[in-house]
């Protein structure tokens, strides 16, 4: 067995810019209950499959850090994280169900390309429940703030942990 210490050295972890959630709390917390509200009835590994996601369309890194690691703690496996950035490649990693979902955040997450396509909409709502489904249209649009929040505010990921702010 190697005892010796890693010497790796790596980049310099950047200051967040700024720490909002100290400056804006009213803000946080009407995030947090619209958070909350958003994954009403959505299978939490779902959510997660989706929160990844868009956090990677958005270079979201805190996210990122974030929810691959909850999606971990839910029990999600390495191998369909992994994937997740090809997962229209991939799509025997996924149900028919999660592919809409993935397919519809991509949608919504990257509207620089144009309105939602009905094609896309549809292939959701024949997967969930219209209930179902505008919650997941809460879920992915809440990510999506939180992303641009963390990206904006650079917000250092790596010291997250499973279930921190739940």
Same mark, same amino acid.
């Given at each position: 067995m190697d005892t010796a210490q890693d010497t790796t050295e790596y980049a310099p972890?950047?200051?967040?810019?700024?720490?909002?959630?100290?400056?804006?709390?009213?803000?946080?917390k009407a995030m947090v209950r619209l958070d909350i509200a958003a994954r009403q009835g959505l299978d939490p590994?779902?959510?997660? /499959?989706?929160?990844?996601? +868009?956090?990677?369309?958005?270079?979201?890194? @805190?996210?990122? $850090?974030?929810?691959?690691?909850? !999606?971990?703690?839910?029990g999600e496996?390495?191998?369909?994280?992994?994937?997740?950035?090809?997962?229209?490649?991939?799509?025997?990693?996924?149900?028919?169900?999660?592919?809409?979902? /993935?397919?519809?955040?991509? +949608?919504?997450?990257?509207?620089?390309?144009? @309105?939602?396509? $009905?094609?896309?909409?549809?292939? !959701?709502?024949?997967q969930f429940e219209e209930a179902e489904l505008t919650h997941l249209i809460a879920a992915i649009n809440v990510i999506n703030a939180w992303n641009r929040f963390a990206v904006t505010t650079r917000m250092v990921p790596g010291h997250y942990t499973p279930g921190q702010h739940k």
């Open positions: 972890e950047h200051p967040a810019r700024l720490a909002w959630t100290e400056h804006a709390p009213e803000v946080y590994r779902l959510l997660e /499959l989706v929160k990844i996601r +868009a956090s990677q369309l958005n270079h979201c890194a @805190f996210c990122l $850090d974030m929810h691959t690691k909850d !999606a971990l703690a839910a496996t390495v191998e369909r994280i992994v994937q997740l950035s090809a997962w229209d490649e991939s799509r025997h990693f996924y149900t028919e169900k999660e592919a809409a979902a /993935l397919e519809l955040t991509e +949608a919504v997450t990257v509207l620089t390309d144009g @309105f939602v396509p $009905d094609e896309v909409y549809e292939r !959701a709502a024949k």
